[in-house]
């Protein structure tokens, strides 16, 4: 056998059980590095576990300040994905935000209370709002923007309902407008009162923050905010169409509705946006 090709000693028989083997130098390199980092490893484990016995308390205060961080930036980007109305999608905006919805759970009212709302004054609705069938629509725990966890809609409702302010706007060219919602950081349609109109009603004429909006939709969800009278307002409440707006100093009468799911429940929705029309401009449409 050739001396040169052979991996065995000279003095050695290949087929000799005692021969030992004389390994490249790059297998001896990659073994003592794979040993060196298991080492190393085993090592930096021990320590851990050691550490962590040693201070359990600090410990678990890393380890909850690293989940709330996680938990607070991943609640951050689902808050912008979704949509933050009329909040700056910010860190800022958040954080004023996460304010707001801390205050509200600590000592907020019950949205689902319809006693502040009085039963006398002008109401534009029926006189019985038939009841929204099944459980109320589920709320977000982020009071800004308020929102509902979206549920099915029906294509022709949806139609319907993101035509809605513009075809108003459209039918009664001397009582409305439409324009972005100033509200809703201007991110979708907003039906206003033109302050041109005769029986414009006094809270909108001074109100500094809706400014006469009248309502909208929100594309996201489906759901609504509509201006509407005390007695309207409680209607709509009572019968499970929605609920109050979490932020006492928006006018009482600034009234969330769940988004409809059919036809036959757009016709509702409908009706309430009416409601608000005839409060804000004190004209029925």
Not at 129 to 134: E, I, S, W, Y
Not at 150 to 161: F, G, K, Q, S
Not at 169 to 177: F, V, Y
Not at 274 to 283: D, H, N
Request: charge should be neutral; aromatic fraction near 6%.
């Amino acid at each position: 056998m050739d001396g040169g090709a052979s991996m065995f000693s000279s003095s050695s028989k290949p087929d000799d059980p005692t021969t030992t083997r004389s390994l490249p130098a790059f297998q001896l390199s990659s073994s003592s590095t794979t040993i060196k980092i298991a080492n190393i490893m085993a090592e930096g484990t021990q320590k851990l576990i050691s550490a962590i016995s040693s201070r359990p308390v600090l410990t678990g205060l890393y380890a909850t300040a690293l989940l709330g961080i996680a938990w607070t930036v991943n609640d951050f980007l689902a808050w912008k994905e979704f949509g933050t109305g009329g909040t700056p999608p910010t860190w800022s905006g958040y954080l004023r935000m996460t304010k707001h919805r801390i205050n509200f759970l600590l000592a907020g009212p019950d949205l689902l209370d319809p006693e502040p709302h009085s039963t006398t004054g002008p109401s534009y609705l029926p006189s019985a709002l038939r009841p929204r069938q099944g459980p109320r629509a589920q709320i977000m725990t982020r009071i800004m923007p308020q929102r509902q966890i979206p549920e099915p809609i029906a294509p022709e409702a949806h139609a319907r309902l993101h035509s809605l302010v513009p075809n108003l706007a459209s039918q009664h060219p001397t009582l409305l407008e439409s324009k972005p919602s100033h509200t809703e950081g201007k991110s979708t349609d907003g039906l206003y009162a033109l302050p041109s109109c005769e029986k414009l009603n006094s809270k909108a004429r001074d109100d500094k923050l809706l400014q006469r909006e009248i309502a909208h939709a929100h594309p996201a969800d489906n759901s609504l905010h509509v201006w509407l009278s005390g007695p309207d307002a409680r209607k709509v409440i009572e019968a499970g169409w929605g609920q109050r707006f979490p932020l006492q100093w928006v006018d009482s009468g600034w009234t969330m509705v769940y988004a409809p799911r059919t036809e036959a429940e757009m016709d509702v929705v409908e009706d309430i946006v009416k409601a608000g029309v005839g409060w804000v401009t004190g004209v029925r449409i």
